[in-house]
T-cell receptor, first 113, second 112 residues
Framework: QKEVEQDPGPLSVPEGAIVSLNCTYS??????FMWYRQYSRKGPELLMY????GNKEDGRFTAQVDKSSKYISLFIRDSQPSDSATYLC?????????????FGTGTRLKVLA | DSGVTQTPKHLITATGQRVTLRCSPR?????VYWYQQSLDQGLQFLIQ???????AKGNILERFSAQQFPDLHSELNLSSLELGDSALYFC???????????FGDGTRLSIL
């Protein structure tokens, strides 16, 4: 079983829809949670960063962390065609004095005009 | 623009060869991370350096090595290359261990 599970999609939605992207994880030691957006042939771009359970909002994006269920989500409101990309969840934990960094495999999102 | 610079953008070489990938972190960032991204494996953490010292190691092969120089730029050396090493190699940087990482646009390595 992978430490982080993410549905690869693809997920197709109409413009203006609310998008929900999710990841589950198995290691309760994960402390920091991130969402990245990656366009084709580009590096991942940081969207959200959080280290506690609850919600964090930034513009059209809301990140939600539920440590008790080991579940994180990214919501995109009023989705735009420019949001079409692959979305990666990522998390990190301090383990035996060093950090480990794990990324999900990414969900491909397509927003249709 | 993330501020992280990677060179070269593309590299084509043959099996058995050795290559060096270079990364310049964002101004002020002391940590540098290297990742490999392939279609079937996703983004895999390889290694992290903080201010010149190795801080964390992931799934890095013994044929691969890295270092961070006093000016904080980093190099990833890949040797005895195999067809399976063909992938995108990303560098990221951050201020510290528990701070968000910012990625460069990667080096696409193709092994023929």
């Amino acid at each position: 079983q992978k430490e982080v599970e993410q549905d690869p999609g693809p997920l197709s939605v109409p413009e203006g829809a609310i998008v929900s992207l999710n990841c589950t994880y198995s290691n309760s030691a994960f402390q920091y949670f991130m969402w990245y957006r990656q366009y084709s042939r580009k590096g991942p771009e940081l969207l959200m960063y959080t280290y506690s359970s609850g919600n964090k909002e930034d513009g059209r994006f809301t990140a939600q962390v539920d440590k008790s269920s080991k579940y994180i989500s990214l919501f995109i409101r009023d989705s735009q065609p420019s949001d079409s990309a692959t979305y990666l969840c990522a998390m990190s934990a301090l383990s035996s004095g060093t950090y480990k960094y794990i990324f999900g495999t990414g969900t491909r999102l397509k927003v249709l005009a | 623009d993330s501020g992280v610079t990677q060179t070269p953008k593309h590299l084509i070489t043959a099996t058995g060869q050795r290559v060096t990938l270079r990364c310049s972190p964002r101004s002020g960032d002391l940590s540098v991370y290297w990742y490999q991204q392939s279609l079937d494996q996703g983004l895999q953490f390889l290694i992290q350096y903080y201010n010149g010292e190795e801080r964390a190691k992931g799934n890095i092969l013994e044929r691969f090595s890295a270092q961070q120089f006093p000016d904080l730029h980093s190099e990833l050396n890949l040797s005895s290359l195999e067809l399976g090493d063909s992938a995108l190699y990303f560098c990221a940087s951050s201020v510290g261990n528990d701070q968000p990482q910012h990625f460069g646009d990667g080096t696409r390595l193709s092994i023929l």
